[in-house]
């Protein structure tokens, strides 16, 4: 994250887009890679935050459902309040802040 009034660069840019991850059982995420995870759940799914785990760094997960209503557990790096239970056909989002060692749920958003 770059220091107030320091010029963005490519990469400093490229790091606030949207990322997909690759769905399936286990979705691994590199915080560093942007702010925004966005996937469509095809499977009940575990995501782990796997590296980026910068102080202050808020990411958001935008977990849309197929056709059946999905169980997202929020593994390795993250501490939540538990299971994320979505809707069939709907996105659930899930804010989460880094203290540079794990992630914390700040705020979820079901139904979506």
Do not use: H
């Not at 808020?58 to 459902?65: R, S």
């Not at 309040?81 to 540079?100: I, M, N, P, R």
């Amino acid at each position: 994250m770059a220091a107030l009034g320091t010029i963005l660069t490519t990469s400093d840019i490229a790091a606030n887009g949207v990322v997909a991850p690759t769905p399936g059982a286990a979705v691994s995420i590199d915080a560093s890679t942007g702010n925004l995870f966005k996937w469509t759940a095809a499977e009940n799914e575990t995501v782990n935050i796997t590296a980026g785990q910068q102080a202050g760094r808020v990411i958001t997960l935008m977990i849309g459902n197929d056709a059946l209503a999905r169980t997202i557990t929020l593994g390795t790096g993250i501490v939540s309040a538990g299971l994320v239970v979505g809707t069939a056909l709907k996105t659930v989002t899930v804010v989460l802040q880094s203290d540079g060692t794990n992630f914390y749920e700040l705020s979820r958003t079901l139904g979506l």
